[in-house]
């Protein structure tokens, strides 16, 4: 993805329906920039400490997250992690389960599984957005694995 500049990413907080402040933007536009999701603390640093304190940033991630501007993804590591909802790029994320490194990948054929979860439901009658992480080992990881138990 693209950088997107500091009034593109206002425009985008002003659209959901916030001020665009400079937290807010700072967050934004270091989300933007990352190559994959980042942790709470991963955002404060690199956005500054001195910039931006715990409170402001888990209040504006969750209030990102509620206007659809932020996904949070699970990689069952214990924390939640943050990522820059590009609608025009919709990805997923492989993750190892040894030493929890991440790759993307794209494809899930989102409206096909969503009709065909939506046929084997009674109680649903619309999906709305979706999440897919798939949990393995890497190349690295097996590499090591194997030369373990050989």
Do not use: W
């Not at 916030?18 to 709470?40: C, D, E, H, N, Q």
């Not at 997250?65 to 990805?91: L, W």
Request: one cysteine or more; glycine letters at 6%.
């Amino acid at each position: 993805m693209k950088k997107l500049s500091e009034s593109e990413l206002a425009e985008i907080i002003r659209n959901a329906g916030f001020r665009a402040t400079t937290p807010r933007v700072s967050i934004l536009s270091f989300l933007t920039g990352a190559k994959y999701p980042l942790t709470i603390q991963e955002i404060i640093y690199g956005v500054g400490e001195k910039n931006i304190d715990q409170v402001t940033a888990y209040r504006t991630l969750e209030a990102f997250k509620k206007a659809g501007i932020v996904t949070q993804v699970d990689f069952q590591h214990g924390h939640a992690h943050y990522e820059f909802k590009d609608r025009a790029h919709d990805h997923h994320h492989v993750v190892c389960v040894s030493c929890e490194k991440v790759e993307d990948f794209v494809g899930c054929n989102y409206e096909n599984l969503a009709n065909k979860a939506l046929k084997q439901t009674h109680g649903f009658a619309k999906i709305m957005d979706h999440s897919l992480e798939f949990f393995g080992l890497c190349n690295s990881c097996i590499k090591k694995n194997n030369a373990v138990t050989v």
